[in-house]
């Protein structure tokens, strides 16, 4: 077989480092799961066709996944309904070893969670997309449209430069612009988006206190 990493050059592209594969006189193998994952080394990827296409998420989009899973948690711990999970590798296409999806965050609700399963095979009820500055909102709207047909109820994209979440189901889409809700699927969410897109800043040092001298 064909050694990926000593013959491939890496370009960037829509956020992402996709692996190209060498000019070869037959067509290459197509990667399977399990070998991409062994080639990855832990780094997340998404598998299309075989071919591997590393997420490489810049510090906007680092920052608001983070506090965005973190109000998730906060919630999901006062409400055990479900589970929010982040870079989950999802398997759509259980007979097909060469896809995989890997939304940013995935949420589970409880009837679904099957710990058995190394790779879901059912998109999450929620599935998220943080958007990159260069995405194209044709490929996320397909990508939202793959999630819809595969069992997600909503599917959750966050604009991060615009400040705001479209949140798609298979029926509707609606922006949500200051406070994001799921009545349906996580009843008495409320996350302020100003909380999601703008990191806490730290509180100033303030000088220690000095001892009257005696």
């Known amino acids: 077989m064909t050694t990926m990493l000593e013959e491939k050059d890496y370009k960037e592209e829509k956020g992402y480092f996709e692996v190209e594969r060498p000019v070869t006189s ?4 197509k990667l399977t799961l399990e070998q991409a994952s062994k080639l990855a080394n832990g780094q997340p990827f998404e ?4 071919r591997m296409v590393f997420k490489m998420p810049d510090y906007s989009h ?3 996944q983070s506090l965005l899973g973190a109000k998730l948690v906060n919630y999901l ?3 055990p309904i479900g589970q929010v999970l982040t870079e989950l590798t999802h398997r759509l296409w259980p007979k097909s ?3 995989s999806r890997v939304p940013d965050l995935s949420i589970i609700l409880n009837e679904h969670l099957q710990a058995d399963e ?11 997309e943080i958007i990159s500055s260069d995405d194209a909102w044709t490929k996320l709207f397909a990508k939202a449209k793959l999630y819809l047909e595969k069992g997600s109820r909503e599917v959750w994209l966050v604009d991060h430069y615009e400040k705001g979440v479209l949140v798609l189901t298979p029926t509707a889409r609606r922006w949500e612009w200051s406070t994001l809700t799921s009545p349906e699927l996580l009843p008495g969410l409320q996350i302020e988006l100003s909380q999601i897109f703008t990191f806490p800043n730290a509180p100033a040092p303030t000088a220690p206190k000095r001892e009257p001298e005696i």
Do not use: F, M, V, W
């Open 26 to 29: 037959s067509p290459p193998a």
């Open 47 to 50: 598998l299309i066709k075989g």
């Open 62 to 64: 680092a920052r608001t």
């Open 77 to 79: 711990e006062a409400n």
């Open 97 to 99: 070893k060469h896809d």
């Open 118 to 128: 190394k790779y879901p095979t059912r998109a999450p009820d929620i599935a998220i």
